[in-house]
T-cell receptor
């Protein structure tokens, strides 16, 4: 079915440490999108991955899409306190609808 | 302001009452989505519109929920005979085309007492 599993649920790191969250689908995705939600805020788009094996970077953030288009990861290098929030992956199975199926999210806490 | 707006931001209602929420998408976006988010969970898809046409509705959505987008601009989400389990954040999002990034509004937080 259309379901995305995301791990871990929570991650506490010391400022400067790295952070990774993983997303898995049992079926092939059309594309995957990543969103960040700050405490009390709404989801904000980070990036979209479409191609098999795609890797995209945004400053300290690296996003990967698996070769089979069933898994994805977000890696943050040298976390900062501004990285605090919940990171969601969202799978798209049909590009016709654009409907997003969100994972449960990974909440990142950064200790200064 | 070019973002997605939602009204009201908060709504407290008694069980059994009807409530209606409004979403104003980014003006040039023809796709509009409604999601529901409870604490500690990711947003859950409810329904979406392309222009004024409602093209998909979640099978999980009770028939107490109805949504409209009469002129292809703003949208309303109505919940009839509210239940305590309806308490959640209701998020609206819009996008330019299919599969594009979605821009979320600030949400309407519903509390059913």
């Amino acid at each position: 079915g259309q379901q995305v599993m995301q791990i871990p649920q929570y991650q506490h790191v010391q400022e400067g440490e790295d952070f990774t969250t993983y997303c898995n689908s049992s079926t092939t995705l059309s594309n995957i999108q990543w969103y960040k939600q700050r405490p009390g805020g709404h989801p904000v788009f980070l990036i979209q991955l479409v191609k098999s094996g795609e890797v995209k970077k945004q400053k300290r953030l690296t996003f990967q899409f698996g070769e089979a288009k069933k898994n994805s990861s977000l890696h943050i290098t040298a976390t900062q306190t501004t990285d605090v929030g919940t990171y969601f992956c969202a799978g798209v199975w049909s590009s016709n609808t654009g409907k997003l199926i969100f994972g449960q999210g990974t909440t990142l806490q950064v200790k200064p | 302001d070019t973002g997605v707006s939602q009204n009201p931001r908060h709504k407290i209602t008694k069980r059994g009452q009807n409530v209606t929420f409004r979403c104003d998408p980014i003006s040039e976006h023809n796709r509009l989505y409604w999601y529901r988010q409870t604490l500690g969970q990711g947003p859950e898809f409810l329904t979406y519109f392309q222009n004024e046409a409602q093209l998909e509705k979640s099978r999980l959505l009770s028939d107490r929920f109805s949504a409209e987008r009469p002129k292809g601009s703003f949208s309303t989400l109505e919940i009839q005979r509210t239940e305590q389990g309806d308490s959640a954040m209701y998020l609206c999002a819009s996008s330019w085309g299919q599969g594009d990034e979605q821009y979320f509004g600030p949400g309407t937080r519903l509390t059913v007492t």
